[in-house]
């Protein structure tokens, strides 16, 4: 089983997009982190870091993901070390999500790794793997779309929703969100 | 009692938009959600059109409403055979919404059939009806506003934001909504 | 105490952006919303109105906070008399947020008082009040960014997301926000 390939099949007939044991599995996942993280204490970062790992995330140090954070399936996400998952963020991860260490996504912010096939009278659904580098920050509310590649230290600003590859150092705003300048960011 | 019409108050000064029929069928509405249908499993698609029915709503065969979808009032809402509403998605009917068979609206996406008088003192409630296609796509987290018709097979993309009408066949993105190109959908 | 400082300190890092006496003032403020106000019916403006002002908010006459509204710290917010909050509605007030008289935001609509430095490599969060007029409209799911002033009667239209300041009687719309029109507010 291959947790990254949808399969042919015809969604608006009902048909489902993933196998019966990915279907078995996210309903483990999803009670597990209702019982187990949801209701945790803010600071509870390592205890949520354990139990992402049980289900497959490979999750660096110093992780820090919030209680309310939604998550498709753990085994397509990969998180780098010091990275911080803020409040109601939603990581739609149909397809893999890399997130580089030290990068900030904020409260309410939505990155969807699946899109539909709008020629396809059968609207198959398509994988479309995001990647963010390091350093970035994924601000309050934005959306960043399938497929898209977020450059080390980029900034994509609150409620931007981004569908094209942002630069590394860039700070996007808007929707479509587009480059406003650079980071500019200072030495340590 | 018209569940279509708002009635000539103050909402400013706490007047209801709404009869007080109107307030406790929806308060009836809300309880019988909760209870019979926002804890269901995914698959009781069933079931969730039966709930809808028994509460006014005109519901195709096939149609698919998640359990976290939000509807302001069943009896304003009209779904052709084989929509599908998706998790989390916000069908704010104040006023009539209609969405044609094989519509899918896709998580988060927000429906609203309502404004407000701006240029009236007392900022008065206006039903302003929505009504969708068939075959057509509301993206995640898309937002389609009061008043507007959006053609058969048209696309509404991921978090565009749209206030006038879409043309059949046309691919709409942004924040306002603009038109990107056709759908080019292929024979079945 | 100056609860409207964010101190100098490592985000990124792990440190905490407030003090431990913001943060348990916070805990309390979470758990006595929940407990108290949060499964209230509707009607019950008046109860919510006293469970804000027990915990600082300064609250005219009349206002109305829906029950699902969430407030990050009530001592950072002040409402004029008969302003409606409501449903969904996010004021993340870690700098102060002023709401003149008789203003409406409506449902999901989000106002967001702070940022951090792009700049710094620390991250340092900075604290930017939002104050926004009387008789203004934040219609549904808007955002208003960190800094901005929104002026008397001016309406923010449902998505729009605004960065700059918005004119007394503007009509604001999309993400970036830009002026549409004048209002027109008629004689009462």
Redesign the interface.
């Given at each position: 089983m291959t947790l990254l390939d949808a399969r042919q099949t015809r969604?608006?007939?009902?048909g489902a997009s993933f196998s019966l044991g990915n279907r078995l599995l996210r309903f483990c996942w999803g009670l597990a982190w209702l019982l187990l993280a949801r209701f945790t204490p803010p600071q509870l970062h390592g205890w949520r870091r354990l139990v992402l790992r049980g289900f497959g995330a490979k999750i660096g140090r110093?992780v820090?993901v919030h209680s309310s954070v939604r998550i498709w399936l753990p085994v397509n996400l990969e998180l780098g070390d010091?990275c911080?998952i803020g409040p109601g963020a939603?990581l739609?991860n149909q397809g893999r999500i890399v997130i580089g260490a030290?990068s900030?996504v904020s409260?309410?912010a939505?990155i969807?790794a699946s899109?539909?096939d709008?020629?396809?009278?059968?609207?198959q659904l398509l994988l479309r793997p995001v990647t963010i580098g390091e350093q970035a920050?994924i601000?309050?509310?934005a959306?960043v779309?399938p497929g898209v590649t977020v450059g080390d230290r980029a900034?994509i600003?609150?409620?931007?929703?981004l569908?094209e590859d942002a630069a590394p150092d860039g700070?996007y705003?808007?929707?479509?969100a587009r480059l406003l300048k650079q980071?500019?960011?200072?030495?340590?």
């Open positions: 969604p608006i007939e009902g110093g820090r010091f911080l939603h739609y030290r900030v409260q309410g939505h969807c899109t539909h709008i020629a396809d009278p059968h609207f920050w601000a309050a509310e959306f779309g900034v600003g609150a409620r931007a929703a569908f700070v705003s808007g929707n479509p980071r500019g960011l200072r030495e340590p």
